[in-house]
């Protein structure tokens, strides 16, 4: 009898997060884009932290930000939203120099948007995070989500479970054959996770003052 419980609960721990995954690939279907002339106008565009080395975007965050930018150049967005976390490093270390967003904020500037036109958020520590506090605190309730492939289904489900309408623009520009690798197999619990996030133990992010983009 243990033995066949042991195996029930062993199946369901592969099972689950393969099933999480499934749903929100489905959910995405149609809501994802290739080519910017094809995503439908937004206000703003939200824009995921993926790390910073040295003072520098990785390549995964670079991207996200030239993407965005292409958005905002082709007139598909009038803002963009740089969330990403000033709190730790890599080794989660607390480290005073480490700040996704202000990285980003360079990049873009770099790649001629007006500072006006950027806001950040400084405590997108999550996909959970970002998503609760571009609804909490930049009371956006429309939005185009900005990251790569892999990371669209769960962003856009995530988006969809707190009352934000979102589509997704793919900011794959260039190979990452490791990394993406591993982000890619890293989604299949992490998907998981936001289910649990979203409809079990919701929990709270950084919360604050409300911030309006204009």
Request: with cysteine.
């Given at each position: ?188 619990p992490a998907t998981l996770n936001a289910f649990l996030e979203l409809y079990v133990t919701r929990p709270l992010p950084v919360l604050g003052e409300r911030i309006v983009i204009d």
């Amino acid at each position: 009898m243990i033995k066949k419980l042991m195996v029930l609960l062993a199946a369901i721990a592969v099972v689950m997060p393969l099933l999480a995954r499934l749903i929100s690939q489905l959910q995405a279907q149609g809501r994802v884009f290739d080519k910017v002339e094809d995503v439908p106008h937004h206000h703003v565009a939200v824009v995921f932290g993926a790390g910073v080395r040295n003072g520098l975007p990785t390549p995964m965050l670079y991207d996200r930000v030239a993407s965005a930018v292409s958005l905002y150049k082709a007139g598909v967005v009038d803002k963009l939203l740089m969330s990403g976390d000033n709190r730790l490093t890599a080794l989660g270390a607390v480290s005073i120099d480490y700040n996704e967003p202000a990285v980003m904020r360079r990049t873009a500037m770099q790649l001629g948007v007006p500072d006006q036109d950027i806001v950040m958020d400084y405590a997108g520590r999550s996909t959970y995070d970002t998503c609760y506090r571009a609804r909490d605190i930049f009371g956006l309730s429309d939005v185009v989500l900005v990251t790569q492939r892999f990371h669209l289904d769960r962003a856009i489900l995530t988006c969809d479970a707190l009352g934000i309408s979102a589509v997704g623009y793919v900011a794959d520009r260039q190979a990452y054959p490791v990394s993406l690798t591993w982000s890619t197999l890293r989604e299949i619990p992490a998907t998981l996770n936001a289910f649990l996030e979203l409809y079990v133990t919701r929990p709270l992010p950084v919360l604050g003052e409300r911030i309006v983009i204009d």
